[in-house]
């Protein structure tokens, strides 16, 4: 177990810069859509990470919404920030904007991924809870809280849904 003292958001904010090369795009020369979603996962698992000392784990992503496209050429500019602890997990805020050369950032998405600390054998682990240092923060925190609530339901509809709803075999081809 890593040292639980608590940390500030500071500590571990994190940014991240890509540039969309040809290999990321979608057959309409935009950003694919996994891809914008593996960055926002490694900008929020190096800002959990940073936070927690240890190991963490991706639980849960919240719904993503793709505002604007983004293009082959464009950069990607992710910031990531700690928004919520609860015992073994964290919240992690990733605000992605695109950028064309020359041009200004534009908002692109923001997204919530939950994070969970584990052990070398993937059992979940305290986390250091978030040291709160203005008021900004504090609603910060009680949003999170409550986010937290609604997808701990979606995530209990979610189990649920496996046995409710079996996907049907796909059709052989002709
Ligand atoms: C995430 C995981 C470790 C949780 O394990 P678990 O046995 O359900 O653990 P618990 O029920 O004790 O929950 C641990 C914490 O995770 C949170 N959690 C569990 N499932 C969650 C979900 N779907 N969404 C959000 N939080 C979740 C719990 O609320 C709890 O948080 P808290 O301690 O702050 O209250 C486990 O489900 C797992 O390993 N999943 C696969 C992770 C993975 O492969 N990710 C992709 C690659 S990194």
């Keep these: 177990m890593g040292d639980l003292a608590a940390r500030s958001a500071a500590e571990s904010a994190t940014s991240m810069t890509e540039l969309v090369m040809p290999q990321h795009a979608n057959v309409l020369g935009t950003c694919f859509g996994g891809v914008i979603l593996s960055w926002i996962d490694i900008a929020g698992a190096i800002c959990a990470r940073r936070h927690c000392g240890t190991t963490c784990v991706t ?20 910031s ?82 496996v046995s409710a709803a079996p996907t049907p075999p796909a059709k052989p081809r002709p």
């Design 59 to 78: 639980a849960a992503f919240d719904d993503v919404h793709f505002h604007v496209p983004i293009r082959v050429g464009d950069i990607v500019n992710a």
């Design 80 to 161: 990531a920030a700690v928004t919520f602890t609860g015992r073994t997990s964290l919240e992690v805020e990733v605000q992605l904007a695109r950028e064309r050369f020359g041009g200004p950032q534009e908002h692109a998405i923001t997204a919530f991924v939950t994070f969970v600390a584990v052990d070398g054998d993937g059992r979940p682990q305290p986390v250091p809870p978030l040291q709160i240092d203005s008021d900004g923060e504090r609603s910060r925190f009680e949003a999170g809280a409550a986010r937290r609530r609604d997808r701990l339901q979606r995530a209990a509809w979610s189990r649920g849904s």
